[in-house]
């Protein structure tokens, strides 16, 4: 099935949905082992696990010290597609790459989705590399059927979102916020503005991430996007008070939904 | 460059998605500039003024008669103001930031001349500036970051990743992504998404127009051989110019050899064998990752040529056979620049020292009816420091001991 049809499957009985990241192999595989089974159990629709790179130019430090500590373990490529198959398999909902397109290059971009497909990953968020940069890429994604997250800003023109439109699939992530991640969003009258600009870009259900932390935040998208995002806040979790937080804090985000 | 940025296979504008529309109106701006003449002119106006263009072409007769082969010709890119070619660049930038009404500039440096440059550029226009420099740099460079506070910059040190060139550039990104609607981020080098390669190149230029005439003067044809440093490119990008497409003129570009090609400990991109193929900080070049697409540590002696990428359009001319690259050792390059000291009392930055190898090294071999030209991109009194621990001088060591001293009585 889709990533987009399972997502609107999903949303049928829900307010909102959620997806979460992760870094792979930050702190340990064996922590993200249990970080996720601690998602899925509470209630998570989607997770993102983000393949580390040396140079993550659109994260801000909280994701930057997790791709750096996790490199300096020793984290390769092969582990992460690896260990992203043994989570697909293990629980039923969507995974997805997210990772900087020197990782895919560098693999080769046939050879990544092939290994991404044969894994069970349902897309890929490559934040560096705009669609006109690689007709290639958006070939092979849906020669395998695995959706290219496309990003939507608060800078990006009516044009450019439908330029983007066009070669996206899944679901639209709409970057809360100038910035990189991490850092606190405002969610004002500008902000209202700016989703519905997005909804009326594309007919693909829109994620809204960046600065999103408590259950606030989340309320404040219901009825204006389909998925929030929480990015950096359960990295700060893990790291502060151990993978066990996780569950508890996810289930107080959703309580209302 | 074609309508994707790319030199051939190399280059594009791999960017997040935040930076498209200012990456677009750069883009207008730079290419309105381009094709207005009165901009060039008030360009060189300003670099002769402020600066001090045109920079001579100095014959080194000593050096030309030691090694008893070809006249070698120096580019003085060292008389610029602020003491390197970063300030062509940087000017030309920050003539383009006037016409696109910003007020704020970021810079990221590395030997940190480039820093030092957009420092002086944002005191002469009045624009706030912050200066991103790798914390082994900061401490590498010290002198450099005592200018640059003083001239009204925030100098911030990076203490990610290698604490280097390459992540005081994401650490710029990461700035830049945030504050797109004030701020231009003055890329130092011939690399970074389009149109930055080209745009920088273009700036640079002015050292190849000024030397084509130049030599033509001083030794009535073209010289045989162009020599200039390569770390980002900018530089021999510049002087290459003037020359590119002239068949009697062999091209050479000398990278960081570092410790050895054999040793790992270097930054050889072009002339070695560990680069490959690679997209990152928002281009496509020769970078040394590994087989994961990681980037690797670097090493050089010059914190300049200290770099994992190199510019795209330096890799498509090594692709098709324009341009030579060699590379010279950290210990090949004090012996240059203690020769060029001695004999011709002219100090090179230890990143230019590079090109002063390679010429050394190929100047005996050819006849004294050719010329050839190194580019000295930067002047080395920035790299006191660094040479006098490389030169171990005993009585560089007594003063600062001294002077420590006498600052902890005082205080």
């Known amino acids: 099935?889709?990533?987009?049809?399972?997502?609107?499957?999903?949303?049928?009985?829900?307010?909102?949905?959620?997806?979460?990241?992760?870094?792979?192999?930050?702190?340990?595989?064996?922590?993200?082992?249990?970080?996720?089974?601690?998602?899925?159990?509470?209630?998570?629709?989607?997770?993102?696990?983000?393949?580390p790179f040396s140079e993550p130019m659109a994260d801000g430090p909280v994701i930057l010290k997790a791709n750096q500590d996790s490199l300096a373990l020793g984290t390769s490529v092969e582990q992460c597609l690896e260990f992203g198959r043994e989570m697909a398999e293990q629980y039923d909902i969507p995974f997805l790459y997210m990772t900087y397109y020197n990782i895919v290059y560098k693999y080769g971009e046939k050879a990544f989705f092939e290994a991404s497909a044969a894994a069970g990953i349902k897309g890929l968020i490559i934040p560096d590399?705009?669609?006109?940069?690689?007709?290639?890429?958006?070939?092979?994604?849906?020669?395998?059927?695995?959706?290219?997250?496309?990003?939507?800003?608060?800078?990006?023109?009516?044009?450019?979102?439908?330029?983007?439109?066009?070669?996206?699939?899944?679901?639209?992530?709409?970057?809360?916020?100038?910035?990189?991640?991490?850092?606190?969003?405002?969610?004002?009258?500008?902000?209202?503005?700016?989703l519905k600009r997005c909804r009326k870009a594309t007919g693909l259900p829109l994620a809204v991430g960046f600065g999103i932390r408590d259950r606030k935040d989340i309320e404040a998208l219901i009825g204006k996007a389909d998925m929030a995002v929480i990015g950096s806040e359960t990295i700060r979790l893990v790291d502060s008070k151990g993978a066990r937080a996780v569950g508890p804090y996810l289930a107080d985000l959703l309580a209302t939904n | 460059m074609n309508k994707?940025?790319?030199?051939?296979?190399?280059?594009?504008?791999?960017?997040?998605?935040?930076?498209?529309?200012?990456?677009?109106?750069?883009?207008?701006?730079?290419?309105?500039?381009?094709?207005?003449?009165?901009?060039?002119?008030?360009?060189?106006?300003?670099?002769?003024?402020?600066?001090?263009?045109?920079?001579?072409?100095?014959?080194?007769?000593?050096?030309?008669?030691?090694?008893?082969?070809?006249?070698?010709?120096?580019?003085?890119?060292?008389?610029?103001?602020?003491?390197?070619?970063?300030?062509?660049?940087?000017?030309?930038?920050?003539?383009?930031?006037?016409?696109?009404?910003k007020k704020r500039v970021i810079a990221e440096t590395g030997a940190g001349q480039h820093g030092m440059a957009t420092a002086t550029m944002a005191a002469k226009f009045g624009f706030e500036c912050t200066i991103y420099m790798g914390e082994v740099d900061v401490l590498r460079q010290r002198p450099n970051v005592f200018w640059m506070e003083k001239m009204g910059a925030e100098v911030v040190p990076v203490k990610d990743g290698n604490r280097t060139l390459k992540d005081a550039i994401n650490e710029a990104f990461r700035d830049w992504v945030s504050h797109v609607d004030s701020t231009h981020y003055v890329f130092g080098t011939a690399c970074g998404p389009a149109p930055f390669p080209e745009m920088v190149s273009w700036f640079q230029s002015i050292i190849g127009r000024e030397a084509t005439e130049q030599i033509l003067a001083m030794h009535g044809r073209p010289p045989a051989r162009v020599y200039g440093c390569v770390g980002g490119g900018s530089n021999a990008m510049g002087i290459f110019q003037g020359f590119l497409g002239?068949?009697?003129?062999?091209?050479?570009?000398?990278?960081?050899?570092?410790?050895?090609?054999?040793?790992?400990?270097?930054?050889?991109?072009?002339?070695?064998?560990?680069?490959?193929?690679?997209?990152?900080?928002?281009?496509?070049?020769?970078?040394?990752?590994?087989?994961?697409?990681?980037?690797?540590?670097?090493?050089?002696?010059?914190?300049?040529?200290?770099?994992?990428?190199?510019?795209?359009?330096?890799?498509?001319?090594?692709?098709?056979?324009?341009?030579?690259?060699?590379?010279?050792?950290?210990?090949?390059?004090i012996e240059a620049l203690d020769l060029t000291m001695k004999l011709e009392g002219i100090i090179p930055a230890l990143e230019s020292a590079h090109?002063?190898?390679?010429?050394?090294?190929?100047?005996?071999?050819?006849?004294?009816?050719?010329?050839?030209?190194i580019n000295q991109s930067g002047r080395g009194d920035k790299d006191i420091f660094t040479i006098a621990d490389a030169f171990d001088d005993p009585s560089w060591k007594e003063f600062i001991i001294e002077r420590a001293e006498q600052y902890k009585t005082n205080s």
């Open chain 1, 129 to 194: 590399l705009p669609p006109e940069m690689s007709p290639d890429f958006f070939g092979y994604a849906k020669e395998y059927r695995i959706a290219p997250i496309l990003i939507f800003t608060p800078t990006s023109t009516d044009e450019r979102m439908a330029a983007l439109n066009n070669h996206g699939s899944g679901f639209i992530y709409c970057v809360a916020r100038r910035g990189v991640t991490g850092a606190q969003s405002e969610f004002d009258d500008g902000f209202s503005r700016y």
């Open chain 2, 355 to 373: 090109g002063f190898v390679q010429a050394f090294k190929e100047a005996g071999d050819l006849s004294s009816d050719d010329a050839i030209i």
């Open chain 1, 1 to 51: 099935m889709s990533l987009e049809k399972i997502l609107r499957d999903r949303k049928n009985n829900k307010k909102i949905l959620l997806m979460t990241h992760i870094v792979l192999g930050y702190p340990s595989f064996e922590v993200n082992r249990e970080v996720i089974a601690g998602m899925v159990e509470n209630g998570v629709d989607c997770i993102e696990m983000q393949i």
């Open chain 2, 246 to 333: 002239n068949e009697e003129t062999e091209l050479v570009g000398v990278e960081a050899g570092g410790r050895g090609l054999d040793s790992g400990l270097h930054a050889a991109r072009l002339s070695g064998t560990d680069a490959s193929p690679g997209v990152a900080q928002g281009y496509k070049t020769m970078f040394l990752q590994n087989d994961d697409g990681q980037m690797l540590e670097t090493h050089s002696v010059a914190a300049g040529l200290d770099y994992v990428g190199v510019s795209p359009i330096l890799a498509d001319l090594w692709e098709r056979k324009k341009v030579r690259f060699e590379s010279a050792t950290d210990g090949e390059v």
């Open chain 2, 4 to 101: 994707q940025g790319f030199f051939g296979n190399w280059g594009g504008s791999y960017i997040p998605e935040i930076l498209n529309r200012t990456f677009e109106r750069l883009r207008e701006e730079y290419d309105r500039a381009r094709n207005d003449p009165a901009f060039w002119q008030d360009y060189t106006n300003l670099m002769s003024t402020y600066s001090c263009r045109p920079t001579p072409l100095t014959f080194a007769e000593n050096l030309t008669n030691h090694f008893g082969g070809a006249k070698i010709y120096i580019k003085r890119e060292d008389l610029n103001h602020t003491g390197a070619h970063k300030a062509n660049n940087v000017m030309g930038q920050g003539l383009l930031v006037k016409r696109m009404g």
